[in-house]
């Protein structure tokens, strides 16, 4: 068994290789940028890069670009969707603890469903025997309406009926009266 020194040195060795293996970062490209996935770290990096532009901007040591409207733009935008994803996750929350708690109301009446209606509160039987004789309102309701179709239908035929007959009646006078003209 190495002694506890020896063990440390070994550790401190291979993380001084880790630390050498570990390539140096990548300069970004910030104008090409897409926006940030959904984390903090991310979005913290262009906040970094943002406060240094815009410190160097008020020095005067570098110049503003659009380029740094951009990054801001990209940055605010994945906050708002954390926040939005925050606030409708928190909606869903609520959704669900309102379902299960009416599950649970539901449970301790001992399963008998009550439905609320226009006409008051009903019962699950009840409601299958009210939409049976709703279907029987309904249907006389139709027929009644095809009733009262037909008789205006009726009327206005008789109505169009009188007109025209009385409108050939005055027709063929009128022809005959100015055919009575010409022959005298």
Known sequence: MEPPVQRYYDLVERMIARI?????????????????????????????????????????????????????????????????????????????????????????????????TDHGVIKKGDALLRICKRNEFLQQQKNLKIIEYDKKISKLVDYRWGVTVRAAVRWSNSWQNENRQILK
Do not use: F, M
């Open 20 to 116: 050498e293996k570990t390539p140096e970062p990548v300069e970004v490209d910030w104008s090409k940028i897409t926006t940030p996935e959904g984390s903090i770290p991310k979005i913290q990096e262009y906040s970094e890069y943002i406060d240094k532009r815009i410190y160097g901007a008020i020095d005067g040591s570098i110049p503003l670009s659009p380029t740094v409207t951009r990054v801001i733009e990209k940055r605010n935008k994945a906050q708002n969707i954390i926040v939005y994803t925050g606030v409708l996750s928190s909606e869903e929350l609520t959704k669900r603890k309102a379902d299960e708690a009416r599950r649970k109301k539901h449970k301790k009446e001992g399963g008998s469903r009550r439905v609320k």
